[in-house]
């Protein structure tokens, strides 16, 4: 199982990034996505999730300016992220979960760096 994240970089506040997650070795269609995202010194934190019926939800702090979407024909999700400050500075990470014969299942990929210069 891979969850490849990409997407990051550096860019200054107010610009825009979108960030990709494409899987590999899970049904993904049966999967919920989300992404999470962990600046240093803090602990992770939720910032999206997208069922697998493609209902959303977002962190209170970032509707409005985050989007997260998928396309199961590409086992891929995105999160757009616009308007972006110095706090919004993190190491995203894309996970993947779901639940078979009351197993839980879940992955996490390796991290994308954004990086948001004031």
């Known amino acids: 199982v891979q969850l490849q994240a990409s997407g990051g970089g550096l860019v200054q506040a107010g610009g825009s990034l979108r960030l990709s997650c494409t899987t590999t070795?899970?049904?993904?269609?049966?999967?919920?996505m989300a992404w999470y995202r962990q600046a240093p010194g803090r602990q992770r934190e939720l910032v999206a999730t997208?069922?697998?019926?493609?209902?959303?939800d977002y962190a209170d702090s970032l509707k409005g300016r985050f989007t997260i979407s998928r396309e199961n024909a590409k086992n891929t999700v995105w999160l757009q992220m616009n308007g972006l400050t110095p706090e919004d500075t993190a190491v995203y990470y894309c996970?993947?979960?779901?639940?078979?014969?009351?197993?839980?299942?879940?992955?996490w990929g390796q991290g994308t760096q954004v990086t948001v210069s004031s």
């Open positions: 070795g899970i049904a993904f269609s049966s999967f919920s």
């Open positions: 997208i069922g697998s019926r493609s209902n959303t």
């Open positions: 996970y993947a979960l779901t639940f078979y014969q009351n197993r839980r299942f879940d992955f």
